[in-house]
């Protein structure tokens, strides 16, 4: 690794919900602002039907909630490996491929990096999830073909991946005294992923690292599954979701759930989907939640009420109570949400990342308490139930803590400087 000048290639991190470009110079941090004074740009797309272009991150998320017509997608990583991938969407008025959207993003990126950077790039290191789909090689190989595919297109000559939690290692390695047995677990928006590393002060200039990596895994969870469980258990049900029908059978559950999804929510506003709403609702036995859930899709508020669920999910890590206004919706309607809901509501998805650990820790023959050091990074790392969770595993390890927000984008930009000088 040269480290006396600017490197040539870049470190991308597209996130599920958050993206970040690093670009590895001497003695400056590698991030690029790349929005306003921000490092990170939400991975958030709008079209705006008047003016007849797409805007993105924070201008993006502002632009729908101040009530401009057109389309929001969120989660746009998460087409990735989906049925949805092959798919098109209605955009303007003309069917757009998902798969295009994807490109539109990451050329943002690109884009805004080379303006930062005053100069072109055509390498690139791009982080990617340990495991795109859990449990179907076959998928996960066709999402990172089609993300390669969408870097070559967009004009990057070279493109590689590193693990997600191998870039988060290189940067916390730059802090590292003395050799340590290092698990790093980051939880994003769409997955948790984990490396077990060996990282020492004395290592950190070395081009090959792979015997340090003692093993690396994951699992398909990440704060958008926090956001759709809280949902489901906290807000739903307002909307009709249990509801019985004169028939006795519970209210079809597919409004709901397209609701409860970032990346479904344009669906429930779907004619067909409209339609068939108002055609169940005379066989529901008490039709308030359902006249409530057709206000919310004829309001096409969806990704306000995901947004309004989520940031009651991040209060919920500093304190014990979230209330949400849903006055827009009904007059006086609100809905509590409490810790012991929450810890409740993602209770399965917290034993499954544990399960994930330690089917790590078991793979490469390391015992619990041989482990050193827990590095968290990624937004989701903040929820106490979950890091009290993974924590409670490793009874010698001492918590050390990155940027939850910046570390893979860092370490990626390390790793480009690696690979392309
Ligand atoms: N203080 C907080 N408490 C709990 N969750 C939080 C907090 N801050 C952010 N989050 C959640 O963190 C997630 C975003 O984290 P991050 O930016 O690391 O994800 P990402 O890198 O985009 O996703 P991924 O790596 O999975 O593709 C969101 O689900 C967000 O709601
Ligand atoms: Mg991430």
């Not at 690292?209 to 699992?219: F, H």
């Not at 790590?360 to 015992?367: E, Q």
């Amino acid at each position: 690794m040269n480290s006396s000048r600017p490197a040539n290639a870049l470190g991308i991190d597209f996130g599920t919900s958050n993206s970040t470009v690093g670009w590895w110079r001497p003695g400056a941090e590698p991030l690029l602002a790349l929005e306003d004074d921000n490092v990170t740009l939400p991975s958030v797309i709008f079209f705006n039907t008047e003016e007849r272009r797409p805007v993105y991150g924070r201008q993006a998320l502002a632009e729908y909630l101040d009530g401009y017509e057109g389309r929001l997608m969120r989660a746009l990583k998460s087409l990735l490996g989906s049925k949805l991938l092959k798919s098109e969407t209605t955009v303007l008025g003309s069917a757009l491929p998902f798969r295009d959207l994807l490109g539109f993003f990451i050329s943002e990126l690109k884009r805004r990096a080379e303006a930062l950077a005053g100069r072109e790039f055509e390498q690139v290191v791009l982080g990617r999830p340990v495991y795109f789909v859990d449990d179907d090689p076959t998928a996960d190989a066709e999402a990172a073909n089609t993300l390669l595919a969408v870097a070559h297109k967009l004009g990057f000559k070279e493109v590689s991946f590193q693990f997600e939690p191998i870039a988060a290692a290189f940067d916390y390695e730059r802090t590292v005294t003395r050799e340590e047995l290092v698990l790093i677990v980051d939880i994003g928006g769409g997955t948790s992923d984990f490396s077990l590393v060996r990282l020492a002060p004395e290592r950190r200039e070395l081009d090959q690292r792979q015997d340090d990596i003692l093993a690396t895994g994951g699992v398909h969870i990440g704060g958008t599954d926090f956001d759709k469980q809280l949902s489901l258990d906290g807000v739903m049900p307002l909307f009709g979701y249990g509801s019985r029908m004169k028939s006795d059978a519970l209210m079809p559950t597919s409004h709901h759930l397209n609701l409860a999804t970032w990346h479904t929510i344009n669906a429930a506003y779907a004619q067909k989907a409209q339609l068939a709403l108002k055609n169940m609702r005379y066989d529901i036995v008490d039709p308030t939640g359902i006249d409530r859930l057709l206000r919310l899709t004829e309001q096409r508020a969806g990704h306000w009420l995901a947004m309004q669920v989520e940031e009651a999910k991040i209060a919920l890590t500093e304190q014990p109570l979230q209330r949400i206004d849903l006055e827009r919706i009904e007059a006086g309607l609100v809905a509590d949400l409490d810790r012991p809901l929450f810890e409740g509501a993602i209770d399965g998805l917290l034993q499954r990342i544990r399960g994930g650990v330690d089917e790590l820790l078991s793979r490469a023959g390391i015992r619990h308490e041989q482990v050193d050091t827990l590095f968290f990074t990624g937004g989701s790392s903040g929820v106490p139930a979950l890091r009290n969770s993974v924590a409670g595993l490793l009874p010698n390890a001492r918590l050390a803590e990155g940027n939850n927000f910046g570390s893979i984008g860092s370490g990626l930009a390390i790793e480009a400087a690696r690979r392309y000088g």
